[in-house]
């Protein structure tokens, strides 16, 4: 026997337990350091998908995080060099924050481009280069190719993964 049952109004969770997946990320990060030391220098990415803010509670599973809040560890995320990058379905500020505080060795960047195709949608992208876009050096900001510039090679992003927009 079914019930008649009608989904409305949403119900889901207004926030997200972000701290416990950047603990649990960061954890990993530590765990793979002594690999990833006999391979040579690499390029190490943290990328978070989610689609509403971070609880404003610290970390509680994490054995080595527990008790950082959200921005700690987007801070240490960039402290170590990890590239930070969000992909959210809705334009959040909190998420925002927190990839600005994620900047890496505490270097001061342009404003970073939203690669979202749909206006509702937000796509931060740090330390990856898409297809079709070039390298700037430091401090330009030009809006087209400059001259003595090249264009660079995308390290190993495929253009669905990011651009196709969470359709």
């Given amino acids: 026997m079914s019930l008649p049952c009608r989904f409305v109004g949403g119900g889901g969770e207004s926030c997200s ?3 416990e997946g950047l603990s649990t990320a960061l954890q990993l990060f530590d765990d ?3 690999m990833r030391e ?3 220098q690499t390029h190490k990415v943290c990328i978070l998908i989610c689609n ?3 609880y404003l509670l610290p970390a509680v599973e994490s054995t080595t995080y527990s008790g950082y809040t959200t921005e700690n560890l987007v801070q240490k995320i960039g402290e170590r060099g ?3 990058s969000i992909v959210s379905p809705r334009k959040l500020p909190a998420l925002r924050v927190l990839f600005d505080k994620a900047t890496p060795g505490g270097m001061l960047e342009a404003q970073p481009k939203d690669f ?3 206006p509702r949608h937000m796509i931060l992208i740090r330390g990856m280069v898409l297809p079709g876009q070039m390298l700037m050096p430091p401090g330009h900001r030009g809006p087209g190719p400059q001259p003595g510039l090249q264009q660079v090679q995308p390290p190993s992003v495929m253009e669905d993964d990011i651009l196709m927009d969470l359709i």
């Fill in 17 to 19: 337990l972000i701290a």
């Fill in 32 to 34: 793979f350091k002594k």
């Fill in 38 to 40: 006999q391979i040579g």
């Fill in 52 to 54: 509403s803010p971070p």
């Fill in 82 to 84: 990890i590239h930070f």
């Fill in 116 to 118: 979202s195709q749909d």
